[in-house]
């Protein structure tokens, strides 16, 4: 019966262990920039579009869910495939200065596998009509 007690023990013990070391892998992401001022657009010169890059500082691949702009005339594209540790994604984001006049501030936000992290970027600028 301590035979079965022991090897309970230590079955129990090393899963613990296994678990707290699958949860020190985790991925992280680190952007170059959070954010791009466009500067001043003429509204006739249509979209613009920027690339935010990234890197998986991480241990474990790194994968974007998902990017939600804050409304519709800003739009995404990111890199789909997991990204591993030591490698760089990226995400473009384009914005259509179409029926603006003056100055903008959009939020994207990013959803990753990343553990209790959201990440923000930010595009902003002033369009002139002409």
Do not use: W
Request: net charge positive; hydrophobic share 40%; with cysteine.
């Amino acid at each position: 019966m301590k035979k079965i007690g022991f090897l309970l023990l230590a079955l129990i013990l090393s899963t613990s262990f296994l678990a707290a070391q699958d949860k020190k892998k985790a991925p992280k992401a680190e952007f170059v920039a959070g954010t791009h001022d466009f500067g001043k657009i003429n509204e006739s010169a249509g979209i613009v579009k920027y690339v935010f890059k990234f890197k998986n500082t991480g241990d474990a691949p790194l994968i974007v869910q998902r990017v939600q702009p804050s409304c519709g005339c800003t739009a995404s594209d990111y890199t789909k495939e997991p990204i591993l540790p030591g490698k760089e994604g990226s995400i473009t984001v384009t914005f259509n200065p179409a029926g603006y006049n003056g100055a903008f501030d959009k939020k994207l936000t990013v959803f990753t596998n990343v553990p209790n992290e959201v990440y923000y970027l930010t595009v902003k600028g002033e369009v002139l009509l002409k």
